[in-house]
């Protein structure tokens, strides 16, 4: 897998929206940077286990946020699964 799966419409950003849509599981795979701060990260990682959700590590926020075409780090995103519709 890679960061390129992050080229598509059904992406989220950021560690809210990443959180609201793990906690009615909606999200197919996560991306987590390393560096993020930690207590962001055992939150994140610990929803996804109980979601059973697979997170793939990434070398840093920045490397993501670039992923994801946004001008900022980013210390997570998503895909959510098929069926599923982001919220405005």
């Not at 059904?10 to 959180?19: H, Q």
């Not at 909606?26 to 701060?37: G, M, V």
């Not at 994140?44 to 109980?50: C, D, R, Y």
């Amino acid at each position: 897998m890679s960061l390129s799966e992050l080229a598509c419409e059904n992406r989220l950003v950021g560690t809210n929206s990443v959180i609201k849509y793990l906690k009615v599981n909606k999200i197919d795979k996560i991306f987590l940077a390393k560096d993020t701060e930690e207590k962001h990260k055992i939150m994140i990682i610990n929803m996804a286990e109980e979601n059973h959700v697979f997170v793939e590590i990434v070398e840093s926020m920045l490397q993501l946020g670039r992923a994801c075409a946004v001008p900022r780090k980013t210390a997570v995103a998503a895909i959510l699964k098929k069926e599923e519709k982001i919220d405005k």
